[in-house]
Nanobody
């Protein structure tokens, strides 16, 4: 199983980025997918999740209204659109796949993509 994140980078505060997570080696359409992030010196934090068919989404309060998660099962891909980015959104962002929901997703993990927001 492999999860590969991309789309990170350096952006100014108030800007936007779209992260992608492409999965292989699993029946993608049967897995819930989550995005997490970890900043230096901090614990890993749940950001958002989407259910296996895409009908249910869940967000952390810190990103609600700014971030949007979606998936395209035909492309084995999950997206995280991040708008109105803040300095405190800077972190390594990871996607994870699992049979559990929300914060419990974590059977498989990607290697992460760095997001840096300049103030």
């Amino acid at each position: 199983v492999q999860l590969v994140e991309s789309g990170g980078g350096l952006v100014q505060a108030g800007g936007s980025l779209r992260l992608s997570c492409v999965a292989s080696g699993l029946t993608f359409s049967t897995y819930n997918i989550g995005w997490f992030r970890q900043a230096p010196g901090k614990e890993r934090e749940f950001i958002a999740s989407v259910s296996w068919r895409g009908f249910a989404t869940n967000y952390a309060d810190s990103v609600k209204g700014r971030f949007s998660i979606s998936r395209d099962n035909a492309k084995n891909t999950v997206y995280l659109k991040m708008n109105n980015l803040k300095f405190e959104d800077s972190a390594v962002y990871y996607c994870a796949a699992g049979k559990a929901l929300g914060v419990l997703i974590g059977d498989y993990w990607g290697q992460g993509t760095q997001v840096t927001v300049s103030s």
